[in-house]
């Protein structure tokens, strides 16, 4: 009886400990960004400029990527990076080069930098 008792008391520590971290979860979109983001890439496509997409949920940042064609390299990539919210904010547009278009704290504000492709859609 006193084995059971034992057996009891090491299932009970193996059940307190926490099976994932908050901290080893990756980083991802909201569905509030994901709707701005698609919002943008709908225009796009409709147009003809942009054709496939890919979303990467990685452990220090999230990103939207965007293709001309799949066998390519993304045209531009949106990226969401908490560790840069208090800093230079978290959302930013890169290019295909690496160069960054447009960095943020509001992702809204960051996705003006396709306003000017947008406006070719509309006229």
């Known amino acids: 009886m006193d084995s059971n008792a034992g ?13 994932t971290r908050s901290s080893e979860l ?9 709707d701005q983001i698609l919002r ?7 147009a003809g400029e942009w054709r496939d997409y890919a979303i990467d949920h990685l452990m220090d940042r999230a990103v939207f990527s965007i293709f001309r064609r ?22 930013s547009v ?3 080069s690496g160069l960054i278009l447009k960095r943020g704290h ?5 996705l003006k930098v396709f306003d000017k492709g947008l406006s070719l859609v509309r006229g």
């Open 94 to 96: 890169i290019a295909a």
């Open 40 to 46: 943008i890439y709908g225009f796009m496509v409709s």
């Open 106 to 110: 509001d992702l809204d504000r960051v």
């Open 7 to 19: 057996g009891d008391e090491a299932q009970q520590q193996a059940t307190l400990i926490p099976l």
């Open 26 to 34: 990756p980083v991802t979109f909201n569905r509030r960004e994901l």
């Open 70 to 91: 799949a066998s390519e390299v993304p045209m531009f990539r949106v990226v969401k990076n908490p560790k840069l919210a208090r800093k230079q904010g978290a959302y």
